[in-house]
T-cell receptor, first 113, second 114 residues
Framework: GENVEQHPSTLSVQEGDSAVIKCTYSDSASNYFPWYKQELGKRPQLIIDIRSNVGEKKDQRIAVTLNKTAKHFSLHITETQPEDSAVYFCAASNYNQGGKLIFGQGTELSVKP | NAGVTQTPKFQVLKTGQSMTLQCAQDMNHEYMSWYRQDPGMGLRLIHYSVGAGITDQGEVPNGYNVSRSTTEDFPLRLLSAAPSQTSVYFC?????????????FGPGTRLLVL
């Protein structure tokens, strides 16, 4: 089955710097890659996703890149702000198999003012 | 719309007790899933369903049962609770889109097994 590895497990940056979180997946059939943000004590919330027919997607300060050949995808946050501090999870699925997301272990991002 | 709701919010069980975690969604989503979240382990898929009457196992199904008699409800049953099942449980739902659809998570149930 699918396995998703996520690095780093913790990341500390200064406000205004960029943050990059990387994930690799094992199943070449995976074709949907969402990223979730989870604040302390809250539920995960989708922040951006990418499908296998796209190499890059951007939404304001957040961007995701996908390299299907290498089976890895990354989240890029520019101009970080203290409110970006949270745990970020990547995930992978084959959307033909119905809602079966396999998550990475998470990255705790801390943005210092 | 209430979205995805879960009850109870918090539960304490003794080893060997049984209970059902409730999950309901009012978005007419075909897909529903259960995850558990442990510190440092991310979210792990327990069971999922692609529609009423259809369920399948995820990464960590042992000790849990599910059924899906209606589109709206997807309860998770612990038949004989064990301390290893202490965790935060999230239910999620999504529509059966052709290109991957957003999964919406419920608020979670914190379970402590003594």
């Amino acid at each position: 089955g699918e396995n998703v590895e996520q690095h780093p497990s913790t990341l500390s940056v200064q406000e205004g710097d960029s943050a990059v979180i990387k994930c690799t997946y094992s199943d070449s059939a995976s074709n949907y890659f969402p990223w979730y943000k989870q604040e302390l004590g809250k539920r995960p919330q989708l922040i951006i996703d990418i499908r296998s027919n796209v190499g890059e997607k951007k939404d304001q300060r957040i961007a995701v890149t996908l390299n299907k050949t290498a089976k890895h995808f990354s989240l890029h946050i520019t101009e970080t702000q203290p409110e970006d501090s949270a745990v970020y999870f990547c995930a992978a699925s084959n959307y033909n198999q119905g809602g079966k997301l396999i998550f990475g272990q998470g990255t705790e991002l801390s943005v210092k003012p | 719309n209430a979205g995805v709701t879960q009850t109870p919010k918090f539960q304490v069980l003794k080893t060997g007790q049984s209970m059902t975690l409730q999950c309901a969604q009012d978005m007419n989503h075909e897909y529903m899933s259960w995850y558990r979240q442990d510190p440092g382990m991310g979210l792990r898929l327990i069971h999922y369903s692609v529609g009423a009457g259809i369920t399948d196992q995820g990464e960590v199904p042992n000790g849990y049962n599910v059924s899906r008699s209606t589109t709206e409800d997807f309860p998770l049953r612990l038949l004989s609770a064990a301390p290893s099942q202490t965790s935060v449980y999230f239910c999620a739902s999504s529509s059966a889109g052709l290109a991957g659809e957003t999964q919406y998570f419920g608020p979670g149930t914190r379970l402590l097994v003594l």
